[in-house]
């Protein structure tokens, strides 16, 4: 009995173990990927990423490949991808309980949002919630994150004084904190709203001299932040025609031992130089320097050039050498020629017999493969059936909406209107009967009354489809509309790029489908938030978001036992070429995320 449960103690450690590892080998993988994003790899670690299989992540691992996945697509400026995968990221760190990560990723959603032409603040909505977070924490330092990103979202001409009023309470809040990264981040962010909006290189200059001295008080320095530094200063004394203190900064800058661009920096340091002495007159020098950014300019073209031909002349000099070997043991050989051709002969009755094994092996391969291509040809064939009967029954149920719609306008409708003119005809002839009466009449009309508006409104509720020439976007704001309720749920719809109206298809799929999420939403989610994200990416592609902030639910339960809605959705979708997903948490809602190539 005791071996047993030693037994079953060691088993239970070891799978901890070997849980703990998986974890730790995960992270190490995402870590290594996020280094290569940072030096400027984004394609190469996108395609890194598709390689993982994450059915095995846990909660905070699986936000993390997310958030990497939304970091690469923003640095390719697809724009509509990073926002759908750090929306993915941010629920996941929610349901892994790590609320930081999550509210901190707001502040990349607003980054992003503030560039679409038709934002209109929406952006907003995202650095709220991360303040409302950082102030309900009362954490100084994440208070300070959200001025800085605000202060710097707002750098225009139009908020240029909101701008600079956040940037100052950042300055005084950064006291307290003492984070010097961000000290430096508003310095330059300050240099850029008072070179680039205010139209103030000295205020600029004030705070690039700033950021200087933080860079020089650090133990190690990065000699290309300095570098930059002393470039911007340098810029705006020229703007100031202040060329000679330009040129003076610029061979500072020429003098520092740079890490990483060397080339590229020396070109541009040289080009600048050429273009201030030519300012201030000085053609001669103006000349040499043009000439030294020419050479670094040439170099960096060549260079491959010469890597090249110096790997061809290494490759030259191996390849001679080994021709002198060769003749040197020339002799040696010819008296093992007799061995190598035994060995030769046995090796290639070897290779006879492993090819022959291979080639058998190789046609029962091919053999199973042929049985199981029949086999999903047969799969194949009933999916179509079953999408073809997905078809009609949607079809069908198309037909039946606008029947209905039909049937309760034009007939109930009319016999309603009819019976509410006689009721009101008989209620004139009775007026000299006594006040009970009246009474009675009045509450019956006031009925009626109501029970025509319900109709009507039904009929037009059926009938609000996109079968007319409003469109997806006008048919899904109508819906929102009239699905709000005040002070008790609110369905706001946000579109990007949705410029053009879709195939008519389409757009009916799609606000049936929508039409249905929301009722469900009304019906069983008790949300009273609820975001439609209708977004066109490109010409060739539509992604829909439904987010509510509801109780949530399991998606494996409610569609294996009654969610035949739901899967009927995914089968269409599929059909059309596109994805399907759910993501849930309980009590901290529901994404469904439609992505449909058009």
């Known amino acids: ?50 390689l993982i299989n994450t059915t095995a992540f846990l909660p905070e691992d699986l936000g993390y490949y997310y958030f990497l996945r939304a970091k690469s697509y923003s640095k390719q400026n697809n724009d509509v991808k990073a926002i759908e995968n750090y929306l993915m990221a941010k629920r996941q760190y929610l349901k892994a309980d790590i609320v930081e990560k999550a509210m901190e990723i707001n502040l990349n959603i607003a980054s992003l949002l503030v560039s679409y032409k038709d934002n209109t603040q929406k ?77 103030k290189p000295d205020s600029s200059l004030y705070y690039l001299r700033k950021d200087n001295l933080l860079l020089h008080q650090e133990r190690t320095p990065n000699p290309n932040y300095i570098c930059y530094n002393l470039m911007n200063q340098a810029s705006n004394y020229s703007q100031l025609r202040q060329y000679q203190k330009a040129i003076d900064l610029l061979h500072q800058a020429d003098k520092i031992k740079l890490i990483e661009y060397v080339k590229v920096n020396k070109e541009n340091i040289n080009k600048f130089l050429y273009l201030n002495y030519k300012d201030a007159n000085d053609l001669n020098k103006a000349l040499y320097h043009l000439e030294i950014s020419n050479k670094y300019h040439d170099s960096l073209n060549t260079e491959q050039q010469n890597i090249a031909i110096n790997n061809f002349d290494t490759k030259y000099k191996t390849k001679e050498k080994e021709l002198e070997n060769f003749q040197l043991k020339t002799d040696i050989k010819i008296n093992n020629v007799i061995l190598y051709l035994i060995a030769s002969v046995l090796i290639i ?29 047969t799969e194949k064939l009933l999916r179509d059936q079953e999408l073809n009967d997905i078809d009609l029954m949607l079809e ?4 039946e909406r606008q029947n209905i719609a039909n049937e309760l306008h034009d007939d109930l409708g009319s ?57 997806l ?72 978001i439904i987010e509510d902030n509801g109780k949530g639910f399991n998606p ?25 997903t759910i993501d849930s948490i309980l009590t901290k809602g529901t994404s469904i995320i439609i992505d449909l190539p058009l």
Not at 396 to 399: A, L, T
Not at 572 to 580: A, H, I, R
């Open 1 to 50: 009995m005791v071996n047993n449960q030693l037994h079953i103690t060691f088993c239970f450690m070891l799978t901890l173990l070997c849980t703990v590892g998986i974890c730790m080998g995960q992270k190490k993988v995402l870590s290594s990927i996020e280094k290569s994003i940072e030096k400027g790899k984004s394609k190469e670690a996108l395609k890194e990423l598709s």
């Open 123 to 199: 952006h907003q909505f995202y650095l709220k919630e991360y303040m409302d977070y950082a102030f309900s924490t009362k954490d100084n330092s994440k208070i300070l994150k959200g001025y800085v990103q605000l202060a710097s979202l707002k750098i225009n001409n139009k908020e240029a004084q909101e701008s600079l009023s956040y940037f100052r309470k950042a300055i005084s809040l950064n006291k307290k904190v003492k984070d010097k990264k961000l000290e430096s981040k508003i310095y330059n962010n300050l240099a850029v709203l008072f070179s680039d909006v205010l139209y």
């Open 349 to 377: 009755v070897l290779l006879i017999s492993v090819l022959g094994y291979k080639n058998i092996t190789k046609k029962k391969k091919i053999a199973e493969q042929e049985k199981l291509i029949e086999i999903q040809k």
């Open 396 to 399: 069908s149920q198309e037909k």
């Open 415 to 471: 016999i309603l209107a009819t019976l509410k003119l006689n009721f009101q005809n008989l209620k004139r002839q009775s007026e000299v009967e006594n006040q009970l009466e009246n009474k009675l009449y009045d509450k019956t009309d006031v009925l009626l009354e109501e029970a025509y508006q319900k109709v009507r409104n039904i009929a037009h509720l059926k009938n609000l489809g996109v079968i007319g020439s409003e469109g």
């Open 473 to 544: 976007l006008v048919a899904v704001n109508k819906m929102a509309e009239k699905m709000s309720v005040l002070e008790h749920l609110t369905i706001n719809v946000i579109p990007f790029e949705l410029t053009e109206r879709l195939e008519n298809t389409i757009e009916v799929a799609l606000f049936r489908m929508i039409q249905e999420l929301c009722t469900n939403i009304i019906k069983h989610s008790e949300a009273t938030e609820v975001n439609i994200y209708l977004t066109q990416g490109s010409p060739k592609e539509i992604n829909v």
């Open 556 to 580: 494996k339960t409610i569609v294996g036992k009654s969610g035949i809605g739901l899967k009927n959705m995914e089968k269409k979708v599929e059909q059309l070429g596109g994805t399907f």
